[in-house]
């Protein structure tokens, strides 16, 4: 069905690989199509409680490929801002907006908006050759798909600024120590590390995480005031759930829950 991406679906997961790995798996119109067509099918798919993101080969995502005719510059000057609305913004809104915990095993080199997928993702484990470049600078751009809003937010504005602008590459364990990501393992380990990780994830209260997922992802944009508001409006809601009576009967009889994500 698809030609640049691989989608897998077990235990309620859905992994999905970005599959050009001789292009080190780079944007072109026909992965954003395939993209957008795979994320309609996952978000809609009952049985799946957990997105697993990952690259075939030796790299993430390289960001664009400047060979793609939608962005060449060795013709008319390209419209780079319809690019950004049509594919770029609509991918990093609905890998946020999943109403499911997404998870990122980080293989290689992840730069420019490939660097910006990763941001999107709400866990990003990484392997310890993998690295983050933010390349945009090196071809007279600025940050898009939402680097200039995680980076800062992640790493605070010094550093977001200097890899911005110096476009230097950032290694996995310095990314983990400056809290760009969750965790670094080796190489060797990372397949099994977050396929496990997403097989926990799935068996999970999905319709809490989800909620989490909002509350951290806008808690800047509202004052204390506002952001108590809206945590005990999930309570409210969360509190008549499936998973919240389960999670207190399982707690009180000792045994495992048996969320249902609802």
Request: include cysteine.
């Amino acid at each position: 069905m698809y030609q640049t991406i691989v989608v897998e679906k077990s235990d309620g997961v859905a992994k999905l690989t970005l599959n050009r790995p001789d292009r080190l798996n780079s944007f072109n119109v026909q992965m954003h199509e395939e993209l957008q067509t795979a994320l309609d099918e996952i978000s809609t798919d009952k049985a799946v409680r957990c997105l697993l993101l990952t690259g075939a080969g030796r790299g993430f995502c390289a960001g664009q490929d400047l060979n793609d005719r939608a962005v060449s510059a060795d013709q008319a000057p390209p419209d780079l801002g319809m690019s950004v609305e049509k594919f770029y913004n609509p991918l990093i809104r609905r890998i946020t907006n999943l109403k499911m915990p997404v998870v990122c095993a980080l293989n290689g080199v992840a730069a420019g908006a490939g660097a910006s997928l990763v941001m999107a993702c709400d866990i990003v484990v990484a392997a310890r050759s993998s690295s983050f470049i933010l390349s945009f600078a090196k071809v007279g751009l600025v940050p898009d798909s939402g680097s200039s809003w995680h980076f800062a937010r992640a790493i605070g504005l010094p550093r977001a600024k200097a890899m911005a602008m110096l476009g230097n590459k950032v290694k996995a364990e310095q990314a983990e120590q400056w809290g760009l990501i969750y965790q670094v393992v080796d190489d060797d380990a990372l397949t099994e590390e977050t396929d496990e990780l997403s097989k926990y994830l799935a068996k999970q209260p999905t319709e809490a995480l989800a909620n989490i997922k909002t509350l951290v992802h806008t808690a800047f944009d509202f004052s204390m005031n506002e952001q108590l508001e809206r945590e005990r409006q999930a309570m409210q809601h969360l509190g008549r759930s499936h998973d919240y009576s389960e999670g207190v009967a399982a707690f009180i009889e000792k045994r495992e829950p048996d969320f249902k994500g609802r």
